[in-house]
């Protein structure tokens, strides 16, 4: 059968009508960082801390697969979510993330051109950073922090990393998944 000029049954036929929601592409990163500051409360029984920080991986993942999808000053909030739930000191999280999204930004206009290999090495110092001065907070008054103590957290963080940066890829394409439009 005929048909006439511009007729497709293929996906751009499919398309039609069809838009990514403004209020889920803004709300996915807050609340997949959000979920994994709540990961952080699971029931680990360990003599030490073994439970890499889920919301923190998750942040710089958001921060390196789009660098200006989420405000420089997001870490602040973000930062308190995480200080909610984690029980660390009320204001560590929110330093640290500030900072961490603040030297990111630096490190982005530094080398806007990056491999992949960067990246994990970027990571991996801003996560060995982070658990440093996260464990110097939260022990203030003893003799500051154990690095062999912290050596299975930080090991196992940044192992995770990529594993944490492709679930945020997964959900990136989640976010932005095109919905019906009524006009």
Same mark, same amino acid.
């Given at each position: 059968m005929p048909r006439g000029p @511009?007729?497709?049954t293929g996906a751009s036929a499919r398309a039609i009508n069809r838009a990514p929601s403004p209020v889920v592409a803004r709300? $996915?990163?807050? *609340?997949?960082?959000?979920? @994994?500051?709540?990961?952080? $409360?699971l029931p680990v029984i360990a003599s030490a801390p073994v439970m890499p920080p889920v919301g923190f991986l998750f942040l710089l993942a958001w921060r390196q697969l789009h660098p200006g999808l989420l405000p420089v000053w997001a870490g602040l909030p973000l930062g308190m979510v995480d200080d909610l739930w984690s @029980?660390?000191?009320? @204001?560590?999280? %929110? *330093?640290?993330?500030?900072?961490? %999204?603040i030297g990111l930004d630096v490190i982005e206009n530094r080398f806007p051109w990056r491999s992949y290999a960067l990246d994990w090495l970027v990571a991996a110092g801003v996560i060995t950073a982070y658990l440093l001065l996260s464990s110097t907070l939260a022990h203030v008054g003893d003799s500051g922090p154990l690095v062999i103590v912290l050596t299975p957290q930080l090991v196992f963080s940044v192992l995770l990393f990529p594993l944490a940066e492709?679930?945020?890829? *997964?959900?990136?394409?989640?976010r932005l998944a095109r919905f019906r439009v009524l006009a």
């Open positions: @511009g007729w497709s709300a $996915t990163p807050w *609340l997949v960082i959000a979920f @994994g500051s709540l990961l952080q $409360t @029980g660390q000191p009320l @204001g560590s999280a %929110m *330093l640290l993330w500030s900072v961490a %999204m492709r679930f945020v890829a *997964l959900c990136d394409r989640l």
